[in-house]
């Protein structure tokens, strides 16, 4: 009966690690790019090539997610530090669980700069924000900063004008 129970054990503990990694694997990428996860943040890193506009484009290039997931500690650190002076601060800041992130690769010269953009959930349905987007108004529903690869700084913090 011992036997017959650490079977049945082993069988289920192989059937949920299964399951796990099927649902975690199927949450990792969507058709324009790769989703990564904090504790309390969810973003898309863009393949720059699934947008029209871009592809085949050599100003542009694609975040790999151990960039993504070095800076986002330090990103976190900058908006609090450097927002302070924006328009809605209070509400980013008390809100900013609730926003979903895009990082989007392009080239200023030969520097590689990556545009992180921010999208509260309330402005985007169904999974919107898996995909590229781009936003005129919106106040502080939106909002972006640029990251520069090789000096490893924070610039130019935007919040977008109302709509």
């Known amino acids: 009966m011992h036997q017959l129970f650490k079977y049945?054990?082993?069988l289920l503990v192989m059937v949920l690690g299964a399951t796990l990694f099927y649902c975690n694997s199927q949450s990792e990428s969507s058709?324009?790019?790769?989703?990564?996860?904090?504790?309390?943040?969810?973003?898309?890193?863009?393949?720059?090539?699934?947008?029209?506009?871009?592809?085949?484009?050599p100003a542009t290039w694609t975040a790999s997610k151990k960039l993504v997931l070095e800076i986002e500690p330090k990103l976190h650190e900058h908006i609090l530090s450097?927002?302070?002076?924006?328009?809605?601060?209070?509400?980013?800041?008390?809100?900013?669980h609730d926003y979903k992130i895009q990082y989007t690769g392009f080239y200023e010269g030969d520097t590689k700069i990556l545009a992180i953009s921010f999208?509260?959930?309330?402005?985007?349905?169904?999974?919107?924000?898996?995909?590229?987007?781009?936003?005129?108004?919106?106040?502080?529903?939106?909002?972006?900063?640029?990251?520069d690869t090789e000096k490893k700084t924070f610039s130019k913090p935007s919040v977008n004008a109302d709509a």
Do not use: C
């Not at 058709?31 to 484009?57: A, C, F, M, S």
């Not at 450097?82 to 900013?96: M, S």
């Open 119 to 147: 999208m509260h959930i309330s402005q985007v349905k169904n999974g919107e924000w898996k995909e590229p987007f781009g936003v005129l108004g919106g106040g502080q529903n939106f909002f972006s900063v640029l990251y």
């Open 31 to 57: 058709k324009y790019g790769q989703i990564v996860k904090g504790r309390h943040w969810e973003g898309l890193i863009v393949r720059t090539e699934t947008i029209p506009k871009r592809k085949n484009d």
């Open 8 to 10: 049945f054990s082993a």
């Open 82 to 96: 450097t927002f302070k002076d924006k328009p809605g601060y209070e509400w980013i800041l008390g809100n900013l």
